[in-house]
């Protein structure tokens, strides 16, 4: 089945800084890749996704990229804000697939010092 | 926004007892998911469902069950706790079509002792 991997598995950064967040999967069949950050105590929420057919999506201070060919997605964070502390978590889907399931990474903390 | 909501937020509950998480989803989704997570491990998929009164084992089904009464409910039994059952466990639900965003519930804590 479809592995996920992330790193770093954790990140301190000052306020201001920018932070990269790299992703790699293994399924050539998965063709989703939505990121979800999860701060301490609360639900996961959706923060940015992008599809096989897109190699870059930004929105806002995130930047997304995704390399099919590496299998591999970066997620970039500008202008860090005591707020992105969070864990952050790269997932794939295959459109394929009748659950359309989600096969997470195994989270990126990031801690943001202000 | 979409709505998922678990229940109990938190559980403590003896080996060999028998444990039921709910799930309730008002956002007219087809798909709800049952997650676990664990320490140094990312959510791990153990049932889903796509439909009312069917489910689906996912990558770790082992020593649970699901059921899913209706459109709007989810749940997670297991039938005999163990010690190894201890984690967050997180409800989501999605829309009946590919590429969408998945809606988490806020969690379950469940402790088993």
């Known amino acids: 089945g479809e592995q996920v991997e992330q790193l770093p598995s954790s990140l301190i950064v000052q306020e201001g800084a920018s932070v990269l967040i790299n992703c790699s999967y293994t399924?050539?069949?998965?063709?989703?890749f939505p990121w979800y950050k999860q701060e301490p105590g609360k639900r996961l929420q959706f923060i940015i996704d992008?599809?096989?057919?897109?190699e870059r999506k930004q929105t806002q201070r995130l930047t997304l990229l995704f390399d099919k060919k590496t299998k591999h997605l970066s997620l970039h964070i500008t202008a860090t804000q005591p707020g992105d502390s969070a864990i952050y978590f790269c997932?794939?889907?295959?459109?394929?697939?009748?659950?359309?399931?989600?096969?997470f990474g195994t989270g990126t903390s990031l801690l943001v010092d202000p | 926004e979409a709505a998922v909501t678990q229940s109990p937020r938190s559980k403590v509950a003896v080996t060999g007892g028998k444990v039921t998480l709910s799930c309730h989803q008002t956002?007219?989704?087809?798909?709800m998911y049952w997650y676990r997570q664990d320490t140094g491990h990312g959510l791990r998929l153990i049932h889903y469902?796509?439909?009312?009164?069917?489910?689906e084992k996912g990558d770790i089904p082992d020593g649970y069950k699901a059921s899913r009464p209706s459109q709007e409910n989810f749940s997670l039994i297991l039938e005999l706790a163990s010690l190894s059952q201890t984690a967050v466990y997180f409800c989501?639900?999605?829309?009946?079509?590919?590429?969408?965003?998945?809606?988490f519930g806020k969690g379950t804590r469940l402790t088993v002792v």
């Open positions: 989501a639900s999605r829309p009946g079509h590919a590429n969408t965003e998945v809606f």
């Open positions: 997932s794939a889907s295959p459109s394929s697939n009748m659950g359309y399931k989600l096969t």
């Open positions: 956002n007219n989704h087809d798909y």
């Open positions: 992008i599809r096989s057919n897109m």
């Open positions: 469902s796509y439909v009312a009164d069917s489910t």
């Open positions: 399924d050539s069949a998965s063709v989703y």
